[in-house]
């Protein structure tokens, strides 16, 4: 025989959580981009590294890049 | 005359014998009320407690977790009350006959409630992590056919699985184009060392079975090969982090050998 | 205690509430002051720092940060301070990419190095990558760049802005108050609400703000022992209230010996 206290007491915890009221967690599809120099428009090539720019030395970024996961010390510009 | 007064209903030692006894059958009434209680709450989770996570669409289960936090709190609320009952209300009122069949009821009582709070989520799947993997690495790999370099309009390669955001070298104009995988993508790394767990249930069932037959230290060799499988389910999992999954690998052992095998 | 405090991040729920109960059912009572009181004029941060190190562990006070630490090395020029007082923004409602924006980072580096820090913590046997995490999350208002960040889209919330900062100023400033706060927190969730999204609905902050509110509370074990009971204590009034509110008093509360 069910007893009536604890099936209204999960009812009522299973109502509590299936209808609780949250921010939304944000979804995004995947995405590429490109970004070029600011300065003069040229876009960043692999053997020139990610920080500066090769033609006018423009800096994306002034730290220093660290052995990552798929970034390396050598994307370090010159 | 000692069997007389031992006997007798005016000698105060006998009245106090007589309220232990009534203690002891009290005591085993609520200890006894108590846990049916507590078994009829744990039916109830059981039959619905894998309907909840299964209806459960928040990406982090939150709504299932929530459920599954107030019932383990309703247990211990449970436990709490036998606990100070016990010691303020029964313990009092035993004597040195009494005292230890009261003292084996409440372990025994508080054991069986552990075992069913525990009982009440077992077998539930909290998530099916192999299921969603397998649909974030289908709209992984369907998705990731259809980019093109934003420099030159070219086929854009992205090779591998990547869960976080990664420069992707242009095969024709050799432009770094920053690829972000997406939201389902970046989960994945979350996911990737229960994932890698429940992949290597075998392992893990063998490593019991050892430690059952010959001991925990004589288990380690079955542990490592247990470790070790997680270490390849990860690393397939999560391509590319091959140093860092080794770093919890060898946090695994140490952990082994630093809790469980002391000598 | 120690135990429950040197545990493994990635245990459940049920474990750690086996545990606490097992450790509470070896208490004659649930005065905790009493306990204390037990070890005489003992300094608790000195006994549970001497009894983490017995043990190769660190806590917040013996946490070191050496310059040589191949564990503290920034990752991709993010250093921790950066990484936990970007969590610490990123709990306030905050985005990656807006983190991104202000460090001057692109988000390719900033992803790696939450993962490198995240791993570092979660592998560091010692625990000395994590409590130094932990004191610079509660620095986060005082980072160069991201002390003035707001977030663009903060969590919806009816209290208005300035009473969630008075709010905020408050459970740095009364130690009773935050403890009181973390006690309704437990108390929401053990009666079946969600607890982070009650601290948005009634304080309109979010975890991690009211914990990082707090960081100097929590680090301190003197004051975490000294306000034990009277958490517990302010868990069970909230308790009381959330469960008439929400109907889900205790299964067995009609049960009586």
Known sequence: MKNNKSSSLVERLKEMAMQQKREAVSQTSADSSVRCCKNCGAPRAKQDGLSKCAYCGYEFFDVTLTQGIHIQKEDNSK | MFWKNLFSSDDPSNQSRMDSSDTLERAKRFFEKMEQRAKDLMQEVKESGQLIADADQDPYKRSYLQFKAAIIAQFTGMIDKGTQTYHSQIMPKANFATMLPLSQLYTTWQTNLLNMMEESFEGIQERNLEKEYQEIMEQYNQARKGFLCKQCGAELEIQQFYYTASYITCGFCQSQNMFDPGSQARLVEHMAIPLARARSKVQYENYRQQKEAVGQKAATPAYEQYAQAILNEMNKILPGNETQNQNFYDRLLKDFHKFHVAW | ?257
């Open chain 3, 1 to 257: 205690m120690f135990k429950k405090l040197l545990k493994n991040l990635t245990e459940n729920i049920t474990d750690v509430a086996k545990d606490m109960m097992s450790e509470k059912m070896n208490m004659p009572s649930g005065d905790h002051t009493s306990q204390m009181e037990g070890y005489g004029q003992a300094d608790m941060q000195k006994i549970f720092d001497e009894g983490a190190a017995s043990k190769g562990v660190k806590t917040p006070n013996t946490a070191t940060e050496d310059p040589n630490d191949p564990l503290l090395q920034p990752v991709h020029g993010i250093s921790i301070y950066d990484y936990a007082a970007g969590a610490a923004k990123i709990g306030e409602g905050c985005t990656d990419d807006e983190i991104c924006a202000t460090l001057g980072v692109e988000r390719p580096l900033w992803d790696e190095a939450k993962t490198i820090w995240n791993n570092r913590m979660r592998d560091d046997q010692t625990f000395n990558v994590i409590n130094v995490y932990s004191k610079y999350f509660g620095k986060a208002k005082e980072h160069e760049k991201l002390s003035g960040l707001k977030a663009a889209k903060a969590p919806e919330t009816t209290v208005p802005e300035g009473k969630a900062a008075e709010t905020l100023t408050r459970l740095e400033t009364d130690k009773h108050y935050f403890f009181e706060i973390q006690g309704a927190m437990e108390a929401a969730y053990a009666t079946g609400m969600d607890g982070a999204q009650w601290l948005v609905d009634e304080l309109g902050l979010t975890v991690s703000q009211v914990n990082n509110a707090g960081v100097k509370y929590m680090n301190d074990f003197s004051i975490m022992a000294e306000m034990m009971d009277f958490q517990e204590q302010k868990k069970k009034e909230y308790s009381e209230r959330f469960s008439k509110e929400n109907g889900t008093s205790g299964v067995a509360d009609d049960i009586e010996f």
